[in-house]
């Protein structure tokens, strides 16, 4: 079985300023990660997805995130906060043969001048 | 391709009428998925289908819930009768064994009253 937590419901940053979004997985299985952001009335987008191979990940908008098996975390990062960011971010996992995703519940991510 | 498209976007009706939410998938991909998205659950997986089989419908809440695929391009997902409880978004999602992230429709909201 897989889940995700995402620690913080809500997460604050002024615009420039690092952004961190912390994901944490469990997965009996070697799992397949995603960041996916909602904006307000819009469906789901994927910003970045690990599968196998380099285990650090580019994704759009100038965000990134890195695999830690040790750590069983895919935090997503983005040296520069803008103002376009502000969004709601869901974490998911896959396991290697399964195709369901399962979601954690979401830090929105808020963005001040 | 047009992405995932689900109609209609926005439904209000009376508690106790029937409801209909649709679905077309992208050509293609032989997966299809049916999230449920609320403020108190977050992203709820209700069922999935593989080549127009139900594989996994455990998330669906009560018997008042149901979903079929006839067709590769076409699915519904079928609320009767409704409660306002109900109230929520609802996400079609598609993918393909090639693929391994989902690919969101910008979803139905239904309100409930």
């Known amino acids: 079985a897989q889940s995700v937590t995402q620690l913080g419901s809500h997460v604050s940053v002024s615009e420039g300023a690092l952004v961190l979004l912390r994901c944490n997985y469990s997965s009996s299985v070697p799992p397949y990660l995603f960041w996916y952001v909602q904006y307000p009335n819009q469906g789901l987008q994927l910003l970045l997805k690990?599968?196998?191979?380099?285990?650090l990940v580019k994704g759009i908008n100038g965000f990134e995130a890195e695999f830690k098996k040790s750590e069983t975390s895919f935090h997503l990062t983005k040296p520069s906060a803008h103002m376009s960011d502000a969004a709601e971010y869901f974490c998911a996992v896959r396991g290697t043969g399964f195709q369901k995703l399962v979601f954690g519940t979401g830090t929105r991510l808020l963005v001040s001048p | 391709d047009a992405g995932v498209i689900q109609s209609p976007r926005h439904e209000v009706t009376e508690m106790g009428q029937e409801v209909t939410l649709r679905c077309k998938p992208i050509?293609?991909?032989?997966?299809l998925f049916w999230y449920r998205q609320t403020m108190m659950r977050g992203l709820e997986l209700l069922i999935y289908f593989n080549n127009n089989v139900p594989i996994d419908d455990s998330g669906m809440p009560e018997d008042r819930f149901s979903a079929k695929m006839p067709n590769a391009s076409f699915s519904t997902l079928k609320i009767q009768p409704s409660e306002p409880r109900d109230s929520a978004v609802y996400f079609c999602?598609?993918?393909?064994?090639?693929?391994?992230?989902?690919?969101f429709g910008q979803g139905t909201r239904l309100t409930v009253v």
């Open positions: 999602a598609s993918s393909s064994e090639v693929n391994t992230e989902a690919f």
């Open positions: 050509s293609g991909h032989d997966y």
């Open positions: 690990y599968t196998t191979g380099a285990t």
